[in-house]
Nanobody
Framework: QVQLVESGGGSVQAGGSLRLSCASS?????MGWLRQVPVTDREYVAR???????YFADSVKGRFTISKDSAKTTLYLQMNSLKPEDTGMYYC??????????????????WGQGTQVTVSS
């Protein structure tokens, strides 16, 4: 069972930056970040595969970057120029398979506990 532990969330004013980290207990092929606000489905934010292109939601393109450490077991999400609409619980997710074209939460087998990001105007 892969275990994912997120960190780095917090409160920041609009225009600020945060860096989220996700430590995985083992290597997985596809890793990503999704976020959720109450009474909505988890929204795909970004993902990184061992092969193939990165993906970013249109709402975060040009502001967020995703990367892994050299051991490829820690995933990062650098969030710049944050907006109030970026507020939500951010979840790290992983799959032992290639990233799916569908880009849905159901594509992932493993989830972290979530880290809260709050952006005030």
């Amino acid at each position: 069972q892969v275990q994912l532990v997120e960190s780095g969330g917090g409160s920041v004013q609009a225009g600020g930056s945060l860096r989220l980290s996700c430590a995985s207990s083992e290597y997985t092929y596809c890793m990503g970040w999704l976020r959720q606000v109450p009474v909505t489905d988890r929204e795909y934010v970004a993902r990184l595969s061992s092969t193939g292109p990165m993906y970013f939601a249109d709402s975060v393109k040009g502001r967020f970057t995703i990367s892994k450490d050299s051991a490829k077991t820690t995933l990062y999400l650098q969030m710049n120029s944050l907006k109030p609409e970026d507020t939500g619980m951010y979840y790290c997710a992983a799959s032992p398979r290639a990233c799916m074209v569908s880009r849905q939460a159901a594509d992932f087998d493993y989830w972290g506990q979530g880290t809260q990001v709050t952006v005030s105007s």
